[in-house]
């Protein structure tokens, strides 16, 4: 187990010396090590049993920083990191030669995040290098968004966990790329609603069998060990088997026992529902129920992004 506290000078030694450390975001915790540093960033896709043909996101601490690893910055991509970062947004910008291609898999493009997270910004600005950090979970499982969670499965391949509390949005960043039309390759933290006033109309491409642009938006991600049925209220309502849990967004379902269901907002609030989906896949994977069903939510705002985590966890 990893010793979990808010020892800013201590992440940041350890950093130096090329360990891993989690760090808290405003959406999921990352695994991080220092992004210029090839043999660090191979220890986050050992320690995550992660393939190699999945590139990682470079945290970096401002759009300052973002410009000494992108050739250029189009203006669309400055529009939006002018206005959301530090925020749950990712851009795919053309690639220094300083990002080492481990980073971004060979590809061209690296996505730029800057985190929303006051001990990551501080630690950030504190560092002579980005920071390389995927999602601090084992590759496929779901993300963590408490201290606890990463150190439950990746507690022994970090030298130190940054706890930051529980993460905010709860759900990773938005992935937006901007090679012909500006295109979002996942949808995360920050609704394209916001985002289409500043790019204009976003194509929205979430993964193609063929060549896909972002490989790690594999179909079957996000996914708990259970298997997952998912539904409209409707169609969970009509499942009748017994010893099953549920994940709901406002209500109970009448077929299940109400111990072994999670509602996710009691209000119907889209961002507390994001908030919470991880722990409660997490909370329910740990249980002796049979499978979990989990109730679709509505199809707006961060809706969509919600129903997506909920698919891919499915696809499993
Ligand atoms: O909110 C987040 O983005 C979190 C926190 C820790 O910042 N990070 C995160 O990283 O979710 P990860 O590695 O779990 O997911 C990153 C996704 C992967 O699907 C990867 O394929 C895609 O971003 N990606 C990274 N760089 C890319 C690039 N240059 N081109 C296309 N896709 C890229
Ligand atoms: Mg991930």
């Not at 891993?20 to 959406?27: K, R, S, Y």
């Not at 507690?155 to 937006?176: F, M, N, P, Q």
Request: with cysteine; glycine share 6%.
């Amino acid at each position: 187990m990893a010793d979990i506290g808010k020892d800013i000078i201590r992440v940041k030694q350890l950093l130096l010396e090329g360990k891993l450390v989690a760090i808290p975001t405003e959406t999921v915790y990352g695994l991080a090590a220092n992004a210029q540093n090839e043999k660090a960033v191979l220890e986050i896709f050992k320690a995550k049993n992660r393939p190699h043909f999945d590139p990682l996101i470079v945290h970096v601490a401002g759009i300052a920083q973002a410009e000494t690893l992108a050739t250029s910055f189009p203006d669309k991509a400055k529009a939006l990191a002018k206005k959301f970062w530090p925020g749950p947004l990712t851009l795919l910008l053309p690639k220094k030669e300083i990002v080492p291609d481990l980073v971004t898999s060979g590809l061209n493009t690296v996505g730029l995040r800057c985190p929303d997270h006051t001990l990551t910004l501080e630690l950030l600005k504190s560092l002579p290098f980005p920071l390389a950090a995927p999602s601090a979970n084992p590759f496929g499982y779901v993300s963590p968004t408490t201290p606890q969670h990463v150190n439950e499965q990746l507690g022994d391949k970090v030298a130190y966990i940054l706890d930051g509390g529980e993460c905010r949005v709860g759900i990773e960043s938005t992935i937006i790329g901007f090679e012909n039309t500006p295109t979002v390759y996942r949808l995360g933290g920050l609704e394209l609603e916001i985002l289409e006033p500043i790019t204009g109309p976003l194509h929205v491409q979430l993964h193609s069998s063929s060549n896909p642009h972002a490989p790690g938006q594999l179909q079957s991600h996000y996914a708990p060990l259970k298997k997952i049925v998912l539904g409209t209220r409707e169609q969970l309502l009509a499942h009748t088997t017994s010893n099953d849990g549920a994940i709901v967004f406002q209500n109970i379902l009448a077929n299940i026992p109400a111990t072994n269901q999670i509602i996710l907002s009691p209000s119907g609030n889209l961002e507390e529902a994001a908030q919470h989906l991880f722990s409660a896949l997490r909370e329910l994977d740990k249980t002796d129920i049979n499978l979990i069903l989990a109730e679709l939510v509505p199809e707006s705002g961060l809706g969509r992004a919600i129903n997506d985590r909920l698919r891919r966890a499915a696809a499993h």
